[in-house]
């Protein structure tokens, strides 16, 4: 474990045994489909790579980015940075994501997505922090797995974009982030 970590929550093991878990029920949900996964920039890109590889099935994949943090707190706006290359009118969209907190990127996103047409959306995330809910009525579909409200990083999540490549889900230390 790194020293800027307070507590691992996820090993890669547990990440893997996640993304097989949750690949299997898309699977199985969207027989007869091809879905549309649509990751979130830029933490959904381990997650999004991990979870591909268990869905068997023929699906795509694209990104978008939406961003509302700064440091470690929600700004509180939504802004798309980057769109989708393919057109999502009439598609089976799954939006992945690495955490959801307050619930506003993905509500912002999801609507979006409604107004442009989209068949069905869904939300898949490796992470939920319920504790952080500002948002009514936001309930990730597919959910790894539920957290405290600490703020963690690794497998894609970020303090100030560092971290984002560490292989397992971790609490950072408040001393990192407190000092500054
Ligand atoms: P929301 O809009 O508040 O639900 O936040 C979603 C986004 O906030 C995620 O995609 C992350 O980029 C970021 N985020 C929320 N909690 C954490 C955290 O604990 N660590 C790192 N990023 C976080």
Redesign the pocket.
């Known amino acids: 474990m790194n020293d800027f970590i307070e507590e691992v929550l996820l090993t890669n093991e547990q990440i893997v045994e996640i993304a097989d878990k949750l690949g299997k029920q898309i699977t199985k949900d969207y027989e007869g489909k091809k879905p549309l996964l649509i990751g979130?920039l830029?933490?959904?890109v381990p997650f999004m790579a991990e979870l591909i590889k268990h869905i068997d099935m023929e699906m795509e994949m694209d990104f978008m980015q939406?961003?509302?943090?700064v440091g470690?707190h929600?700004s509180g706006t939504?802004t798309i940075t980057k769109d989708t290359n393919i057109p999502v009118k009439g598609r089976h969209v799954i939006i992945v994501?690495?955490?959801?907190?307050?619930?506003?990127?993905?509500?912002?996103v999801v609507n979006l997505l409604k107004d442009r047409h989209v068949a069905s959306v869904k939300v898949a995330?490796l992470?939920d922090?319920p504790d952080?809910?500002?948002?009514d009525n936001?309930f990730p579909d597919y959910v790894g797995q539920e957290?405290p409200?600490?703020?963690?990083?690794g497998f894609?999540?970020?303090?100030n974009d560092l971290y984002r490549n560490l292989p397992y889900v971790g609490?950072?230390k408040k001393s990192v982030y407190e000092k500054k």
């Open positions: 979130l830029k933490g959904s939406a961003t509302s943090y470690t929600s939504v994501e690495d955490i959801v907190d307050s619930g506003l990127t993905i509500r912002e995330t992470l922090k952080g809910r500002t948002v936001v957290i409200g600490k703020f963690v990083v894609g999540l970020d303090y609490v950072l």
